[in-house]
Each structure stands twice: as structure tokens, then as C-alpha cells.
């Protein structure tokens, strides 16, 4: 795996890590992990199956929890204690509205001490609070089942 995140200059920047195994995943996250600061909002994109959970589960770890992290396609949003704060990761699939939201008291979760970890972030539109990062996750046509490229992005990449 090319070890992208390290960049230096990651105010502006954005990295690629071309995976080729799970365990490279594994290192993406906890790569990412090392970049976060509280309080950051990450948007997780990529298609159905891409690894936006499997990802999550890395940073959270990396993040300094230990235990079993699940997919909270069902309740909508986990939450797990780590060094110096809380992380929120949130699967916002089976939303029908962006105003569902309004129920899951975002306002009282986003704080000084939060991360949160946001897949399928359009479905919030409006009620989210704006991406600090975004990792885009994709599996290439002709790659190989376990191939993903993950781009990291903040600061003024964040926009293209
Ligand atoms: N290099 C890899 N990185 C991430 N996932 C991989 C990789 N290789 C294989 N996989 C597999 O791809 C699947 C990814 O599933 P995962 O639930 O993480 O996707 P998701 O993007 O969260 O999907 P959903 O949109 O349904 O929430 C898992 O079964 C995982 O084992
Ligand atoms: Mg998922």
C-alpha cells in the first residue's frame, strides 16, 4: 500500500492509499485516525459494499477503542468512547428524509470532544454538520475482489 496519509501538508490536502488486502484497509484507517482532531465530521462515500464500515471500524479502533464495533445500519447511529472524546458513526442509508434526523438530536452529539463518522452523508443533507474530511472508497472494474482505492481529503481539497 502506498502510505499516503502521512502528508505533512495535510491542511490542504488529499491522499490516496491503493488497497490491496484487508489488512491495507486496516492500516488506511488507523492512518486516518492519526489525522483526526476533535472535533472533526467525516463523510464516508462509496457504493454499497465499497468498505465504508469495514474503514470506520479501523479509524474507531485506531482512535483508541477497544471491543467490537458493529454496522449501525439499523439504529442509525453507535457510539463509542475513545482518547480524549466520543466518536459517532452513523449509517444514514435507511433515512427516508433528512429530517428523520431531527430525532437523533445531532446538535446535543456534535461538540468540542466529537468525531463523527458519516456513511451515506447525503441522506443527512441539511441537518449534518459540513464535512472537516471525506474518504471515498471505490473498487475499480477490473480490480480485484479485496482491491480499493481510498482517497483522503481535507481542507481545500475538499471541494473538488
Ligand atoms: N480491501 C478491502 N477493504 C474493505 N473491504 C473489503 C476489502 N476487501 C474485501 N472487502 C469486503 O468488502 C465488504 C465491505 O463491506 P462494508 O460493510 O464495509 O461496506 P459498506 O460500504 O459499509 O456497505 P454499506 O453501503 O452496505 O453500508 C466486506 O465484506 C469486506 O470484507
Ligand atoms: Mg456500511
Not at 93 to 103: I, S, T
Not at 108 to 116: A, N, R
Not at 134 to 159: C, Q, W
Request: aromatic share 10%.
Amino acid at each position: 500500500m502506498q502510505s499516503l496519509f502521512e502528508s505533512k501538508n495535510l491542511e490542504n490536502s488529499e491522499g490516496l492509499a491503493q488497497c490491496q488486502s484487508l489488512d491495507d484497509t486496516e492500516a488506511a484507517g488507523r492512518a486516518i485516525a492519526a489525522q483526526l482532531t476533535f472535533p472533526s465530521c467525516v463523510y464516508l462515500d462509496g457504493a454499497m459494499a465499497a468498505g465504508k464500515t469495514t474503514l470506520a471500524k479501523s479509524i474507531i479502533h485506531g482512535l483508541g477503542y477497544v471491543g467490537d464495533v458493529t454496522s449501525p445500519t439499523y439504529n442509525l447511529v453507535q457510539e463509542y468512547p475513545v482518547r480524549g472524546g466520543t466518536v459517532y458513526h452513523m449509517d444514514l442509508y435507511r433515512l427516508e428524509a433528512p429530517e428523520e434526523l431531527e430525532f437523533l438530536a445531532l446538535d446535543d452529539l456534535w461538540g468540542e470532544q466529537s468525531i463523527f463518522l458519516v456513511e451515506w452523508s447525503e441522506r443527512g443533507v441539511g441537518w449534518l454538520p459540513p464535512a472537516t474530511h471525506r474518504v471515498e472508497i471505490e473498487l475499480p472494474l477490473d480490480a480485484p475482489s479485496t482491491y480499493r482505492n481510498i482517497v483522503f481529503k481535507t481542507g481545500a481539497s475538499l471541494k473538488t
